[in-house]
């Protein structure tokens, strides 16, 4: 069987159209900047009545508008390769037709969100008007794409191979390499190559997305947790306690981020069980925060106060036990062990649970100082609301704008973070297809063969430039709340 080519059969119709528009863009692009700053100040006219007007037209015009055609021109063009190589698959449109091919479930699971979201955007709030956004959109539609593929990779439904195993003679082989040996059942090609270790790479990379997807938004959740509900009070009351919480967050921020992770995830720290005692702290803050938020919200009625609180504290606590629980370890105390997190996943989560919450604490310390002293807090005051019933239903909502785009920018950092982790072995294990370790397993050899490096590589610079985006667009349209 012959390797695949990058486009195909499908290449001879449209590789000569990017051939054009590519260059074209590129060189619009430069012109566009020079314009911009040679050209910004626009050229003034004067008028009979002897006032002055800016002249429209000229190349700060033009180019801007040439840009925008060939921008809408490539994007189609793009499209184009996805659709049709989702049609024509390896077969006809080679290595571009292969992958997208396989990722078909999440091309119609990315059109579903966006058909539904654009029909009752108006209903959606403050994600309804994401979609009013260019920069939000497009950041949506990348951090979504690796959703949904690290979903799916997760349930085996888009990996063409084991991203564990070794397959005899694919060492190094490059993209659209046929697989020897292969059943008629099994996929002929490895489409993006093969690693070191003869593993595939395409596979590596999408099962690499689902411990990213998994770990990255839940650990920032907990942080989120953690910092809000320590952060609210500190900046509410004020006085010893913002003085306590604040030198124990100062005391966390003066360790270098990358120290603490070399001491937390150090074989000798974690035999000592400290990470699962972090978590049993850790892991507990959730509970903390949905009981007095409910318990604010309903006190004075009592019977529907226990049941939100019976409904929402009792999975809660069962997920918390099964969480910190783990067999053969430190903490063993529960019969009810629903699941297992692995060690060395573990050990990341609390790890960056620790490190990021200290900030989101600052943040939202200093959003709950400036908003205290708004006139509705004041009438909440003045009808004797408690103060916790203040700091989550008056303070807190009206502090969502600038959390909703922190939490998405930290989302971003955490995605770099496990990278940087997995870079340097730390805390994963080393045959995880984590693209932190798979950059590594890559740079190894990075001077003769780039192909088990790039990929992955691309991956996490796609999803962080789709999270800073999404938090540029969210942060414009909450502005204009």
Known sequence: MEPLSWTGALGTILDPILYIVGPAFLALLVLRALVAGVMAAPTMR?????????????????????????????????????????????????IIGGISQQLVPVWLSLIALFIASFTFKRRLGLYGKLFDSTIGMVGFALVMFWVFTGIYAGLDMLITHDPLSQVSGMKNKGPGTPLRGAAPEDFQWYLLGGDNLARDVFSRVLSGSTIVIAIAPLATLFAFMVGITLGLPAGYYGGKLDT???????????????????????????????????????????????????HSRYRTQPRKNALWLALVLTPLFLLYMSAINGEGTKVNIWPLDFFDIPPGILVVFVSVVFVNSPTVFRIVRGLAMDIKTRDYVAAAQTRGERPWYIMLWEILPNARGPLIVDFCLRIGYTTILLGTLGFFGLGLPPESPDWGSTINDGRKLLSIYLHPALPPAFALLTLVLGLNLLADGLREESLRD
């Open 46 to 94: 004067t008028n009979p009545d002897g006032t002055l007007s800016a002249v429209s037209g000229g190349l700060p015009v033009l180019i801007p508008r040439l840009s925008n055609w060939v921008s809408l021109a490539l994007g189609l063009l793009v499209v184009a390769y996805l659709l049709a190589g989702a049609i024509m698959g390896a077969y006809g449109a080679g």
């Open 244 to 294: 306590f919480l604040s030198f124990l967050a100062n005391l966390i921020l003066a360790f270098p981020v990358i120290l603490l992770f070399y001491l937390l995830v150090t074989p000798e720290i974690v035999q000592t069980g400290l990470p699962q005692f972090m978590a049993v702290v850790l892991f507990f803050f959730p509970l903390i925060f949905f009981a007095v938020l409910i």
